[in-house]
């Protein structure tokens, strides 16, 4: 169903986090997983999770989540998790779509299949992977970008939590390839977000020069931001650190049941509220070059959630004696 949803440049962002289960004992295969935003280890499981957003647009479109245990008997590798989902979803929508995936995503098991299924991404690095420069020299992603020449300017302003916060950019581009493949990849340079610079691999052309083909490579890694925020709504809207089924299976299949609940929330009752918010996007609009719009479907899950605490299980009434219950089958003469 959200197959048609996704267009040749929709950002597909990919994405693992984790359930934590800080008190659970006896669930089945219960793992030790890290926290992405603390740090902190704890015990739990990990998801991967698939969501479409476009880079001009505010829809989000839920489109896979996945439960994993490391200790379960089917788990293989993180990496095979992670590219069973790319190849799932580019099953359904015919390899449409911008790949898009954080720190590890640069990963040789992973970079290198992308590339040989001719997917086209946009991956953060850690600067650590080795590369071969325009010189042809090796050296690490971080030694590539310190030659850097960041030529071009922005300013964007990010609406996070009802606060704006407001940065001043400096971005470039270096050619590069990988060593023992012969596709050229460009490092987009991002400098202006803390201390370390953004470095983004990617595989779609750009014209180094072009400040316009260069600033599309950040914004599709930027609308990260907006999806971030769909893995957030999913684990505390519908509780799912809180789900306390004993099996792994049920627990993974209440999971697929949370991203389908989800995907009605944001792509069908999010479009009846596109008419009521609409003045207040274009304000928003109009006066930000690049910010968040707020995100609604906490308040949907909230309303569902009340809407149905107010009904009560009963049994149905009495039917009238005249209404016919009995089943009349075809072949009964």
């Known amino acids: 169903m959200g197959s048609p949803r996704v267009q040749p440049n929709t950002v597909l962002a990919l994405d693992l986090s ?23 280890l704890h015990q739990g499981y990990w998801l991967c999770d698939v969501t479409a957003a476009e880079v001009n647009g505010s829809e989000i479109v839920p489109l896979y989540q996945k439960l994993f245990s490391v200790e379960a008997q089917d788990f293989t590798s993180e990496n095979a998790e992670v590219l069973a989902a790319i190849d799932l979803v580019r099953t359904h929508t015919q390899g449409r779509g911008i790949w898009t995936i954080d720190r590890g995503g640069d990963r040789k098991k992973l970079l290198e299949p992308l590339l040989d299924r001719g997917e086209r991404f946009v991956i953060r690095s ?11 020299l090796q050296g ?10 960041l030529r071009h300017q922005a300013r964007i302003i990010k609406i996070q939590d009802g606060h704006e916060k407001t940065y001043e950019l400096r971005y470039g581009a270096e050619p590069i390839r990988l060593p ?12 202006g977000f803390g201390e370390e610079p953004l470095l983004l691999l990617t595989d779609l052309p750009v014209a180094a020069r072009d400040s316009p083909s260069l600033w599309w490579i ?4 930027l609308t990260r931001w907006k999806i971030e ?37 944001a792509t069908f009752l999010g479009q009846q509220m596109k008419l009521r918010i609409l003045c207040e996007k274009l304000l928003i609009i109009s006066q930000r070059f690049f910010g968040i719009p707020p995100f609604r479907f906490y308040a949907l899950a909230d309303g569902i959630r009340r809407i149905l605490s107010q009904t009560t299980f009963s049994p149905p009434e009495t039917p009238p004696a005249s209404l016919q219950l009995e089943l009349t089958l075809g072949w009964e003469g």
């Open 229 to 265: 925020e769909t893995f957030r709504f999913v684990k505390q809207s519908y509780n799912l650190e809180d789900i306390r089924v004993m099996k792994y299976q049920r627990l993974k299949n209440l999971v697929i049941l949370v991203t389908a609940v989800a995907y009605f929330a």
């Open 126 to 136: 850690t600067g650590k992977r080795t590369v071969i420069d325009r010189r042809r």
């Open 218 to 221: 950040v914004q599709i890694y």
């Open 18 to 40: 984790d359930i934590r289960k800080e008190y659970a004992q006896k669930m089945e295969h219960l793992a030790t997983v890290r926290d992405g935003s603390t740090g902190e």
């Open 140 to 149: 690490s992603v971080a030694e590539v970008a310190g030659r850097c020449r």
């Open 180 to 191: 023992g493949r012969s596709e050229e990849l460009w490092l987009v340079v991002v400098a």
